[in-house]
Structure formats: structure tokens, C-alpha cells
């Protein structure tokens, strides 16, 4: 299982100034993206902002999230990870 220490964080591509971010995909066909920073949903001690991504894009109905999840630790970020990775595959269209 991958898990937060196997996340690359690089600069926001849409908030270089403010955000960085790291993106990764999983064989089930779903990945996570997590940023931190300015306009991310945290606090110095909660300091990442997780979305559930398919397909590369935030994906809005899944059986952990309807939203992005905000106020986040690694150790949370990575039990998030994993409970991605366990979502059933799912088939391109």
C-alpha cells in the first residue's frame, strides 16, 4: 500500500505562489490529490486538504467522500490513501 511518505509535493500548478501539491494514481483506477498551503482547507496542525480523484479529475461520489476533505495530518492522509486504494476497480468509459 502506498502511503503519505511515498507522496512527491511540487508547486500548485494553479497556485504556484500559495499551494503545493501532490498527485497520485492508483491500479484500482482512482489517486488522491493533497495540497497545502494558503487556500487549502487547513491549520498548522491539520495542514493538508485531501480530494478523491478518477480519472484525474475530483471525483464526488465515492463511499469516503462527497466533497474534498479539509484539516488533514499525514497519518490521516494515509488512512485515506489506503481506503482509496481498496475502492472496488472500476471500468473506463
Known amino acids: 500500500m502506498k ?5 512527491f509535493f511540487e508547486v500548485h500548478r494553479c497556485y504556484p505562489a500559495l499551494n503545493t ?3 497520485m494514481n492508483f491500479d484500482n483506477g482512482y489517486g488522491i490529490s493533497v495540497i497545502t498551503g ?3 482547507y ?3 496542525t491539520h495542514p493538508y486538504e485531501v480530494a478523491v480523484l478518477k480519472d484525474d479529475e475530483i471525483c464526488y461520489d465515492t463511499p469516503i ?4 476533505i479539509g ?3 499525514a497519518d ?3 488512512d485515506l490513501m489506503c481506503k482509496i486504494q481498496k475502492l472496488q476497480h472500476y ?3
Open 3 to 7: 502511503t503519505f511518505k511515498d507522496l
Open 91 to 93: 471500468e473506463k468509459k
Open 38 to 40: 494558503k487556500t487549502a
Open 65 to 68: 467522500t462527497d466533497d474534498v
Open 21 to 23: 501539491m501532490a498527485v
Open 76 to 78: 490521516m492522509v494515509t
Open 71 to 73: 484539516y488533514c495530518t
Open 42 to 44: 487547513s491549520d498548522a
